[in-house]
Structure formats: C-alpha cells, structure tokens
C-alpha cells in the first residue's frame, strides 16, 4: 500500500529513473545502480530493489500503485473493509509517481516511519508478536523488509511497534482499521 512518514528526515534522498519498470508496494528497500553511459557520456543512475551482495546505501521507496500517500493519492471514502483486508477501494486521484513521471522516491535520512503490511514479508502474526527492538533487513530481489539481520548482526531497520489505526467512514458511520508496522530506519547497515 504505503510508505507512511511519520517522522522522518527533512526531505528524501530525491527522485531517480525507474528504468527497469519495477512497481513496488511502498516501503521496500532500494538501492541505486548505474545503468551505464548514456549519449553525452553521464551515467545513467536508477534504483532497484536491493539484491544480496549490495552494500550501504540503502533507501526506502515511497510510490505505491494502491494507497500511496494514502492523503492524497485517493479520495477518502472507503467501503467499510477496506483498510481491515488490506484492500484499497477508494477511487483513485492519479497515478503514483512511478507510473506518472517514471520516477522513484527514495528516503535515505534515518527516522521513524511507517510501512503497511502488504510491504512486508513477515505474516502479520509474526509482527504482532515482535518486540520493539527487533532487528529488520530486507528479502533480496523484492526489498521487502522482514524480521532478522545481516551479516555480522547489522540491521537495516528496527522494530518500534505494530500500529492499527482507526478511521471513521463517512459513508454509513463505520470504523474501518489500517494496520502498519512502525520502525526505526537506519539505511546504513552492511550487505544484504
């Protein structure tokens, strides 16, 4: 669905080509890697889900095909299940960045954010029952953070606390739930 700031940095680390037309969830980790030369002889920089091997460093991606900006990227009604399943079945606004300009949105600076479940590879069991602390390092090849570390016990992420926040449906007056998992970012851990 998202990635959620929730007190992060004071900007990101900019927007950078998705040239190889990934589309993530929001919340994945991501690196940067040149795609070559091009014509005037600069390098072609892109991002990418990170991938054993890559080293510092390391970015969460914010551009999400559904839910993204969760404020402002679809209208705010919602069907009274929406959030609870996990579903996005608000009308959409526009397209995410990714699918508009070809550009990704990647966080570099350390803080809290938070990430929705559909961006992670842990079962929502497992991260209920996490205790704040626990390390975070990401599946190679999708960027999917999940519970556990790299080598030598580096962590890209912690744990701060599994959240599920409530909204009030304008339609019909329910209470529909959004569950996320608040962590610590701290971009700069080693190899995946």
């Known amino acids: 669905m998202a990635l959620l700031m929730v007190q992060e940095g004071v900007q990101p680390a900019g927007q950078y080509d998705n040239l190889d037309g990934y589309a993530p969830a929001g919340g994945e980790v991501y690196v940067l890697y040149s795609k070559g030369v ?100 990401c599946e190679s090849g999708t960027g999917k953070l999940k519970l556990g570390t790299m080598g030598a016990g580096a962590a890209l992420a912690s744990v701060v606390a599994f959240k599920v926040d409530e909204a009030l449906v304008t339609t019909g007056g329910s209470v529909t739930k959004h569950k996320k998992l608040v962590i610590n970012f701290s971009g700069n851990a080693g190899t995946v």
């Open 38 to 137: 091009d014509a005037g002889g600069f390098q072609v920089v892109a991002a990418r889900p990170a991938v054993t091997g890559d080293a510092n460093a390391f970015y969460l991606v914010d551009d999400g095909l559904t839910g993204y900006g969760v404020l402002f990227g679809n209208t705010v009604t919602r069907t009274a299940t929406g959030f609870a399943s996990g579903a996005d079945n608000g009308a959409r606004l526009g397209p995410s960045t990714h699918a508009a300009s070809g550009k990704l949105t990647l966080w570099d600076k350390p803080g809290l954010y938070a990430v929705t479940l559909d961006a992670l590879k842990d079962s929502e069991a497992s991260l209920k029952a996490a205790l704040p602390g626990a390390a975070l390092t």
